[in-house]
């Protein structure tokens, strides 16, 4: 970005804040709209994309008390009126002449007194802080890249949360050359950029745009002789374990998201996220239904048609035990509460209990004897005589 595209910019009016808004209202809106339009929230939408970059860009400058005391006092002098062509025509400001390329083009005013007015060298001192002193250049900071791994769980572990660990292969400094891409440590600033790692180029109606530069691959450097290990990038392949905590209650195919967890990035720029996706083993007991746990469990004929009371497992606890009213038909399910999945606010959900009304295979002459006394005790009694009341109705 040139310096007088700088002072046209309103980054005030991109976050929405007023001029004398402080630094805790210039951090909260800038979380906000970055959460609304970071790039994981709004796939493939360049618009949203090129609006976070711009959201970005003005919490660099305002939320830096440095950088926007020097921004505000250049915004006082050109942004809004400072210096505006008066009647000696487009190239003077009412009394004295003045040069636009003088103001805008770093030190290239005349000497002492020279430029605009008194104002030497151009403003390498206003601007110095923003685009760097002197002339100077640097290289951006590159975010690293974000890494993706996958790891299995049991049930209970998917349940409870756990800490595993994670070897993870991703890029980072070469530390053959320590980063340099230069065998001996010495890398050339790039001709093409500068030294920035950026080129612009015309975007139509007096804008320009910003690429990482080919030549460097947007390093800013480069290697006057290549490392062998790297081939001159400064970068090289790095495995490393990583414990990384997987919260409780995570589902299976869940994908996770570690913030600065990922690849380191280059030339103090943050790191990138790891991407963790949670595969969870079955239980053989125990199911899954969003944050409440089920079992399925057994009871007998008496159980069901007389009532007691029954002893239901749990996950990694003591049993605990369900009143069974009279008359349970098979199917019924029945809450524990409690006893479920952890939640995100740290409280659990229940566990549902369906009951299965068994039929015994074999049955012992005295339960015979009593089944064949129940049943003539229910003769005339007919379970099916609705459903076909209902068929004859249809």
Do not use: W
């Not at 310096?3 to 001029?19: I, N, S, W």
């Not at 399910?333 to 006893?339: E, I, N, V």
């Amino acid at each position: 970005m040139s310096t007088k595209d700088f002072v046209e910019k309103d980054y005030y009016k991109v976050l929405g804040v007023p001029k004398d808004a402080t630094e805790a209202e210039i951090k909260k809106a800038y979380r906000k709209l970055a959460r609304e339009y970071h790039p994981d929230a709004n796939k493939g939408d360049a618009k949203a994309e090129d609006r976070f970059k711009e959201i970005s860009e003005a919490n660099d400058i305002l939320g830096d008390p440095k950088r926007r005391k020097e921004y505000d006092e250049a915004r006082a002098l050109f942004g809004n009126g400072g210096f505006r062509p008066g009647p000696g025509g487009p190239g003077s400001t009412g009394s004295f002449n003045f040069d636009l390329g003088d103001l805008f083009g770093g030190a290239q005013g005349g000497g002492g007194g020279g430029g605009a007015g008194g104002f030497g060298g151009g403003l390498g001192d206003v601007f110095g802080g923003l685009f760097g002193r002197g002339g100077a250049t640097r290289a951006q900071p590159r975010r690293g890249q974000d890494i993706e791994s996958e790891v299995t769980l049991s049930f209970t572990e998917a349940v409870e949360g756990a800490t595993v660990p994670l070897r993870m292969s991703s890029q980072a400094p070469c530390k053959a050359c320590s980063g340099t891409g230069d065998r001996d440590g010495t890398p050339r600033v790039c001709p093409t950029c500068v030294g920035t790692g950026q080129v612009s180029r015309g975007g139509g109606g007096g804008f320009s745009l910003t690429d990482p530069c080919v030549e460097c691959r947007g390093r800013g450097l480069i290697a006057q002789n290549p490392c062998e290990t790297c081939k001159g990038s400064g970068r090289a392949r790095s495995a490393r374990t990583m414990q990384v905590r997987i919260p409780a209650g995570v589902s299976d195919g869940q994908r996770i998201r570690l913030r600065g967890k990922g690849a380191p990035g280059e030339t103090g720029g943050p790191a990138g996220d790891l991407y963790v996706v949670v595969h969870v083993d079955p239980h053989p007991v125990f199911g899954r239904k969003d944050d409440n746990l089920t079992v399925t469990v057994p009871v007998t004929l008496p159980e069901a048609a007389l009532g007691g009371e029954i002893k239901v497992p749990t996950l990694g606890g003591p049993p605990v035990t369900l009143k069974l009213p009279p008359g349970t038909p098979n199917g019924r399910t029945m809450r524990a509460r409690g006893k479920g999945a952890v939640r995100k606010d740290g409280t659990r959900g229940d566990l549902l209990v369906t009951v299965e009304v068994t039929v015994p295979k074999d049955l012992s002459d005295p339960a015979r004897d009593a089944l064949e006394s129940y049943r003539e005790a229910t003769v005339g009694e007919d379970p099916r005589a609705e459903l076909f009341k209902a068929a004859k109705g249809a």
